[in-house]
């Protein structure tokens, strides 16, 4: 029996832990011991548990914790068939959001690059080797998701600001086309996709909710819900996409 194996990068976050909690409830429910999630944490180990959940430390700014990530889940499982990068940074306690040229930090942006565009490419490096192994085909292909966000979206761009946000996620989306090209040519039907959840309420986006119109507040269990299915609906050959939370095409 082949064992679907899920891996949550910010197993912690918002999104990250609606998406764990709802695969191990999908599980639990119908009684499937064939569906195993492994999920990340950055520094406390959630008190959060299932029985087909293995909870491991990631710190996505460090290669080597990447690469140690991977080999503990290679020592458990021959496989993954989804990897879902949920990892962002928009703002830290000590920096927001640049509203103009004048507030850019190179720290700040250099910290944004890291995180939101780095971390993406170094997954993709060291957990290969996992994906390569899961059972795949043009219509159920193996998944490498990453949560992007639509301001990165250059032509999309209407109202300026947020560079470091803003550079650092459309860096992102072309480390990924540039992913999804290599191993369109290499690593055989996997779907390589960025995905713009919607505005979600976490502490991501708390401090810019304001701004947001009635009805376009995400649950963070919600917008899991709609990534998660329109992941399940993907074939091979959407590899390279840029989608939003209900699976419509957002321009580069």
Known sequence: MNIKTYLIIGGTGG???AMVKQ???SAASEKNNSVRVFATYHRSVPAFEAENLHW???DV???DSIKQAAEIIGQ????????INCVGLLHTEQS???KALRQVEAEFFLQNMQVNALAGLLIAKHLKPLLTKAERSIDQPAIFATISAR???ISDNQMGGWYSYRMSKA???????????????SLKNVCVVVMQPGTVNTQLSAPFQGNVADGHLFSPAYSAECLLEVLASMTATQSGSFVDWAGESIPW
């Open 23 to 25: 695969l191990v409830a």
């Open 15 to 17: 999104i990250g832990q």
């Open 56 to 58: 491991l430390q990631m």
């Open 61 to 63: 700014s460090d290669e």
């Open 171 to 185: 860096a992102l989306n072309m480390g990924m086309k540039n992913l999804s090209i290599e191993w369109g040519r």
């Open 96 to 98: 927001q959001p640049e």
């Open 151 to 153: 301001v990165g979206s």
């Open 76 to 83: 458990q499982s021959t496989h993954l068939d989804w990897i």
